[in-house]
């Protein structure tokens, strides 16, 4: 089947000529849908041009003195009767950057210039002094322009609106070698300015310059979408068909000049706040130590206007008599009215190697006052502590003496001699010597009483210590197979539950039952022991883990691969344990 167009051909060509005469020829104008605007606010710059265009307006040269916020073309063609109206529209949406009076430059479309055109930008103040309110205005302030280096600035920005925004943005504040901490949430609430109330959005930062000389604070900008203004005076239309026109407005930027660290700070740390305070508290709080048992020490600064990051980790150097294993920092950022607080929790296990009396030292902190800017310090006292050897290495003691006046029982009989009137003064002048007599043969023979007894009992503990020991008629059945095999599997489960607690308490029950007379107090000695390696270092890792690094992973395979039998029990009574540095009788 075949198609036939009748097709008036010269009135085609003579259309075609027309649109492209029409394009060549065609005669462009510019408006602006305001000619004065408040600071922020955007403006709608109209381009028509008779034709159709495909060319895009080059805006570079807008970039000077206005943010393009979008570009949008259209065209339309119209024939009636016979009669061909073509044009190409171009909307520009502008956001001047700056007030006063301003020019848009004239933009080249298709080799046709269009005209330059005038617009008044006010500044917010204005409008706010004047009878006219503008619906949207931003206020930023900081509370010091000499702030030392790592010392805090306050920060404020604040949003006033009477308008419903929509799609509004606040930007952080930026700046080079500066420390920004956002401070909690925005706050909100109602003010009047000038007889209008405005609706106020509050956020501050507190901003921390990293170093000294000028420092630059670029202004914050708030971008938003505000209801475009309309003559139509229908509610439910206007609310129906609510048009919405792009708003940017900038706060103002800020130059502080930055001092450095004064000269007669001399410490090792630099902590410019409005106060610093030392605290610490003690587990136990009071009561006696012993040899192996660990005292925690937990100490927190506070400081005000600084963050916790900011806090410095104290050094304790090695003491004498102590290991001592420091725990991770905790450092806090607490956010406060118009300022923050700054605390880190430093925790120290100090564990007694060895009996006596000891002084753990104080701590100091220099810290520099930027109210009344001055260096003070803060101090924690020191403590003296008095250290006890274990228990059962005082229970060993006591099996060399069974009668604590043994040593008074082995001197000799102290004088009875009665010297001039101080003791007995006759009643008549009877013969003293017969009185004398008596009291000396008494003491005689209670001494003598004393001294068989004791070596008696000599006697009897000295045997006791060459015979073996009968458990059973001593009803003491902890070495009985059963037991230990309980406790040796008790030991292997909590290392392969990978519980570093469970398995020292695990560990030591087992080798309490493995040597009853005489258990291990502490890791250390069971070290010695053992004579191992490779199960020092298990047991050092274990050690480690408890009192030093509490939140590390720590896994028992290797311990439990290290320790799979603890030694023989048997031990020669006769023969002096000896003990390691940690275990050192006083």
Request: negative net charge; hydrophobic residues 35%.
């Amino acid at each position: 089947m075949k198609i036939h167009l009748n097709l008036n051909w010269p009135y085609v060509i003579g259309l075609l000529l027309f649109l492209v005469i029409m394009e060549t020829q065609a005669s462009i104008t510019a408006y602006l849908d305001r000619d004065q605007v408040s600071e922020g606010e955007s403006v709608h710059l109209t381009i028509e041009a008779e034709g159709q265009i495909s060319t895009m307006p080059n805006t570079d040269t807008l970039n000077k003195d206005f943010d393009v916020m979008g570009v949008a073309s259209g065209s339309r063609v119209n024939i009636i009767n016979g009669r061909v109206n073509a044009s190409t529209t171009w909307n520009i949406s502008l956001i001047p950057k700056r007030s006063g009076e301003l020019t848009i430059p004239s933009l080249r479309i298709n080799g046709k210039q269009t005209p330059a055109l005038a617009l008044r930008v006010n500044e917010a103040s204005e409008s706010l002094s004047s009878d006219a309110t503008t619906p949207v205005f931003i206020e930023t302030e900081v509370d010091k322009m000499d702030p030392y280096v790592q010392g805090m600035v306050l920060y404020t920005m604040r949003v006033f609106y009477t308008v419903n925004l929509a799609n509004a943005s606040l930007s952080d504040p930026q700046a080079d070698n500066a420390l920004i901490h956002r401070m909690g949430e925005d706050r909100n609430y109602s003010e009047v300015r000038n007889g209008v109330t405005y609706q106020v959005v509050e956020r501050q930062y507190a901003i921390f310059p990293q170093t000294s000389g000028e420092l630059v604070l670029a202004a914050p900008i708030l971008d938003a979408q505000i209801p475009e203004s309309t003559s139509q005076r229908d509610y439910l239309f206007n609310r129906m068909m609510m048009q919405t026109r792009p708003m940017r407005l900038r706060g103002d930027p800020y130059q502080l000049s930055v001092q450095p660290r004064p000269d007669q700070n001399g410490s090792a740390h630099w902590l410019p706040a409005e106060s610093v305070e030392l605290t610490e508290t003690w587990e136990p709080a009071q009561g006696e130590l012993t040899v192996s048992e660990p005292l925690t020490r937990i100490i927190t600064i506070k400081a005000s206007s600084m963050t916790g990051e900011q806090l410095p980790d104290l050094q304790f150097p090695e003491l004498e008599g102590f290991k001592i294993y420091p725990d991770r920092t905790q450092p806090k950022t607490h956010n406060l009215p118009n300022n923050v607080s700054g605390e880190k929790t430093l925790r120290l296990a100090y564990l007694p190697a060895q009996a006596g009396t000891f002084t753990l030292p104080s701590v100091t902190l220099n810290w520099w006052d930027t109210e009344s800017d001055q260096q003070r310090v803060a101090t924690l006292p020191e403590r003296v502590v008095e250290v006890k050897p274990a228990k059962n290495r005082q229970h060993m003691s006591t099996q060399l003496a069974p009668f604590p006046g043994m040593n008074e029982l082995t001197q000799p009989a102290p004088s009875n001699k009665i010297e001039g009137d101080s003791f007995l003064t006759p009643q008549s002048g009877g013969d003293m010597a017969p009185l004398l007599k008596t009291s000396q043969t008494v003491w005689f023979w209670v001494s003598l009483v004393f001294a068989v007894l004791w070596l008696l009992t000599l006697g009897l503990w000295w045997r006791n210590r060459r015979a073996p020991i009968n458990r059973e008629e001593q009803g003491i059945d902890q070495a009985k197979p059963e037991n230990t095999n309980k406790a040796r599997k008790q030991f292997l489960s909590a290392c392969n539950k990978n519980d570093p607690k469970l398995a020292r308490q695990a560990l030591l029950n087992w080798a309490a039952i493995n040597w009853p007379k005489s258990p291990p107090a502490g890791l250390d000695e069971l070290a010695l022991r053992l004579n191992n390696e490779e199960a020092g270092a298990a047991l050092n890792e274990l050690d480690r883990v408890l009192y030093q690094d509490k939140s590390a992973s720590w896994d028992g395979q290797k311990l439990a691969q290290a320790i799979k039998l603890l030694p023989d029990q048997t031990i020669d009574s006769n023969k002096e344990i000896k003990l390691p540095d940690l275990y050192v009788r006083s």
